[in-house]
């Protein structure tokens, strides 16, 4: 890099970034789940689809691999690769769709039913502790987040 160059951005300093300090933001609550979720064996993208799954699994008579990664926003392929290591786990099963051929229904397994309940609360408790500190502005982040959610298309 020659002396006289430029860094092309409109910000003086890193804190004035938006999307810097939401990953920042991001980077550090995600850690305090990784490693939560490291201690009971899984992994955060696993647990994702486990608690979609148990939580679909009241409402949904049949759920796929589409209906996941729409769900959860995770590609297909990558919630196909996260299904073979759940499986391999013993927490889903994996079925010929009733209503797709092409497709396969998941269901969990006792034990992943289990493996969801022993999770989700651990990282419900992160969530309440890494944003208490928000207090009375918690509604409205949650508002504004579901607002950029919804102004992609989500």
């Known amino acids: 890099m020659a002396k006289g160059d430029k860094f092309l951005t409109q ?3 890193d804190s004035q970034s938006i999307g810097f300090i939401f990953m920042k933001t991001y980077s550090s609550w995600h850690t305090n789940i990784k490693s939560c979720l490291k201690k009971q064996s899984i992994t955060h993208p696993q647990f994702i689809v486990l608690a979609t799954l148990a939580y679909l699994s009241q409402y949904n008579d049949e759920i796929t691999q ?7 926003n995770i590609d297909v392929m ?5 299904l073979e290591n759940l499986e391999k786990k013993d927490y889903i099963e994996r079925h010929c769709s009733n209503k797709d051929s092409r497709a396969k229904s998941i269901q969990l397994t ?3 039913f289990d493996k969801a309940n022993e999770t989700v609360p ?4 992160i969530d309440k502790e890494f944003f208490s500190t928000l207090k009375d502005d ?11 959610l919804e102004s992609q298309g989500e």
Do not use: A, D, H, P
């Open 11 to 13: 910000f003086q300093n």
């Open 66 to 72: 589409v209906t996941l990664s729409n769900r959860t």
């Open 78 to 82: 990558t919630i196909s690769q996260i």
């Open 110 to 112: 006792q034990k992943g």
């Open 122 to 125: 651990l990282v419900e408790q």
């Open 138 to 148: 918690k509604k409205l982040f949650m508002s504004m987040l579901l607002t950029l």
